[in-house]
């Protein structure tokens, strides 16, 4: 459901969010932060004992792992008393995702192997962003993504494609991927692979096969698709002066007059006012958008939404004569682009291989790291050099007069304490400052400042891919569902994993759920509040009501072709990532900054021996952002 942004929508909606997660929800015992975090984790159905990407069911942010932060973020508790560990490390890391795994692992190249390093994280599972989501039927493993999706290997730093070498991923290996990739995969951005468009119609959704991609950027035969969607015909003539370039819609001002207007007025205006597009078209044009950076068109400018693949380049005379070449370098940019069939989770495992061998003992490499099973057991042994612990969730970071580092942890409601000659927190920005309260003002403001985008991302399992094989396409933009996007989960055979191929095979579909609003914000709600408000939202919503959302919106797309939710659903797993993307500066709310002096640029100054290693201190949403983060945190702290 779309939803109208207002200052008494955000002030009450983040409260009524806030607090019903400090009091546990209302349909259950209230419990502390410290009991929730004690709450025993959940199975497989499939397997007994700890395997993580086997759970099924609400994951990602998912209870137990962040109700210990929210209560020192929102309340400043945390535990009064810790027992100390008779621990102490080189290095200790605060979060297993990219950036955590990459300081590890730069550390102990630097330091030789026997530096002793502990990496804490909260969650169940390793990786961050970069989940894996495993589902088994009939004997066979499907793996799809359960967050971070592809490696870009067109900007990576050299250091940063050196780790990348030192595990495995080499460009070799990359043109491998190409060649085990389907051609008709859309998801990892094969723009001749068919992708369409659902729409809902009264009979269910209007399904459009072919490149809609392509169509969007007014290739041949864009006319004919237009004509075939369920719209107005006036909104389909302008569609197709749109897209096909047949009109300059800011023709009426000069060069400079257009360079202002591009980089001061929201996508989503520039297409009710120039283009004459009704609102309730808009959501068709915002899809991508959605997908890319987890914002809408009345976020960004029409410059940034243009160059971020946004439609519509050919509508702007000049301007986009003058940067059809950066659209054709984003172009390129998606045919570079390279996914395991578990998105970048094989990547964070091949790390925590290299760092762990005893945790992937099958493994040799990323030519059987996706069929690899880990095992959990070997992650924090005592004999291990580098130990991964999870489920701990840090709560406090100081340096101590001794030329140590104290940190603070509850590890399954039990309040704990180690040290470190060293620290890197790899955690997200926004929490820095409450785990370490000495830290200057203005670098905890500079930490605060940023807010990261939220996204959920679901894998269903199928009894088969009958039906789905029937629609026309592998990928479907669904800009008026709660799932914006739909897609068959990456069939990249690759790393000793066969993917399903037949229709009649099981199989799993993709979906992403992008939860900023398609409606105007009223006058004055920053793009940073929007995002908090999409957060709160899904963190009050319950698997179930996501639940309900697959089911009707599967029903609605495939049901024309024989499927039914009842019997051909086997399982659902929900990623809610509340804290995703980076934030990366938009033009209408954040100023240009002097060099140096941007607030990612202020927070991640090294602070005695604790230093900042994740993409919120780089404002990139990329891995290679969190490498390169990496590798100036044990920089700052080796010298």
Wanted: a negative charge; proline letters at 5%.
């Amino acid at each position: 459901m779309s939803y109208k942004i207002t200052r008494r929508d955000l002030v009450g909606g983040i409260a009524i969010g806030a607090g019903g997660l400090l009091l546990g929800g209302c349909d259950r015992k209230s419990t502390s932060p410290l009991e929730t975090a004690a709450l025993p984790t959940p199975h497989s159905r499939n397997y007994s004992g700890y395997y993580p990407p086997t759970e099924t069911g609400m994951r990602g942010s998912h209870e137990g792992s962040y109700e210990v932060a929210h209560a020192l973020s929102w309340r400043g508790e945390k535990p009064s008393a810790y027992r100390s560990l008779d621990e102490h490390y080189d290095l200790a890391v605060v979060g297993a995702g990219m950036s955590g795994l990459a300081a590890a692992h730069f550390y102990q190249k630097k330091m030789g192997p026997d530096a002793r390093i502990l990496i804490l994280d909260n969650h169940d599972d390793f990786g961050g962003h970069a989940k894996r989501n495993e589902f088994h039927q009939d004997g066979r493993m499907m793996v799809s993504l359960g967050g971070a999706q592809n490696i870009e290997w067109l900007s990576y730093s050299d250091e940063a494609a050196q780790l990348m070498s030192d595990i495995g991923i080499n460009e070799d290996f990359l043109d491998l991927m190409a060649e085990r990739t389907a051609t008709d995969l859309a998801l990892v951005g094969n723009l001749d692979a068919n992708n369409g468009v659902a729409l809902p119609g009264e009979a269910g959704h209007v399904m459009v096969g072919g490149n809609w991609n392509s169509v969007m950027f007014g290739a041949d035969g864009y006319d004919e698709v237009i004509a075939s969607l369920p719209l107005p015909e006036d909104e389909k003539r302008k569609l197709t002066a749109f897209w096909g370039g047949k009109q300059d819609f800011l023709d009426e001002l000069s060069m400079s007059e257009k360079w202002d207007y591009i980089n001061s007025v929201s996508y989503n205006q520039y297409l009710i006012d120039k283009v004459g597009l009704l609102p309730s078209t808009l959501p068709i044009l915002n899809a991508i958008i959605l997908h890319l950076s987890g914002m809408s068109g009345w976020n960004l400018t029409v410059g940034e939404a243009i160059l971020g693949g946004g439609s519509g380049i050919k509508s702007l005379g000049w301007f986009g004569k003058a940067t059809a070449k950066i659209g054709g370098a984003f172009l390129d940019s998606l045919l570079y682009t390279r996914m395991f069939p578990d998105g970048n989770a094989s990547v964070a495992r091949l790390l925590v291989r290299h760092l762990i061998p005893e945790a992937a003992p099958d493994a040799t490499g990323p030519e059987n790291i996706v069929a690899a099973r880990f095992n959990y057991d070997a992650l924090d042994r005592e004999d291990h050099r580098v130990r991964l612990r999870l489920n701990s969730t840090v709560v406090g970071v100081r340096e101590l007069p001794s030329s140590r580092v104290e940190v603070d942890y509850v590890e399954r409601g039990e309040a704990k304490r180690v040290t470190a000659s060293h620290c890197i927190m790899a955690c997200y920005n926004g929490l820095i400052p409450d785990i370490c309260p000495e830290m200057p003002e203005i670098q905890k403001e500079g930490l605060r400042y940023g807010v990261k985008t939220p996204f959920v991302y679901a894998n269903v399992q199928l009894r088969d891919g009958k039906a789905f094989s029937q629609a026309g396409a592998t990928l479907f933009q669904c800009p008026y569902d709660p799932f914006q996007w739909v897609s068959c989960a990456p069939t990249v055979s690759i790393g000793g994993y066969e993917p399903p191929r037949d229709p009649s095979d099981p199989m799993v579909m993709f979906m992403m759920h992008s939860p900023m609003s398609q409606d105007a914000p009223d006058a004055g709600v920053s793009v940073r509040d929007q995002l908090r408000l999409a957060r709160t939202q899904i963190y009050s919503a319950r698997f179930e009501d996501y639940e309900e959302k697959i089911r009707d919106q599967l029903q609605s797309m495939l049901g024309q072709y024989g499927f039914n939710h009842a019997s051909d659903i086997q399982a659902i797993t929900v990623n809610r990532i509340p804290h995703g993307y980076a934030y990366p500066y938009v033009k209408l709310d954040d100023p240009d900054w002097e060099p140096g002096q941007a607030p990612h640029e202020i927070g991640r100054a090294q602070f005695g021996r604790i230093s900042v290693a994740n993409t919120d201190s780089e404002a990139v949403a990329l891995m290679d952002a969190a490498f390169d983060a990496a590798y100036r945190a044990v920089e700052e702290q080796t010298g």
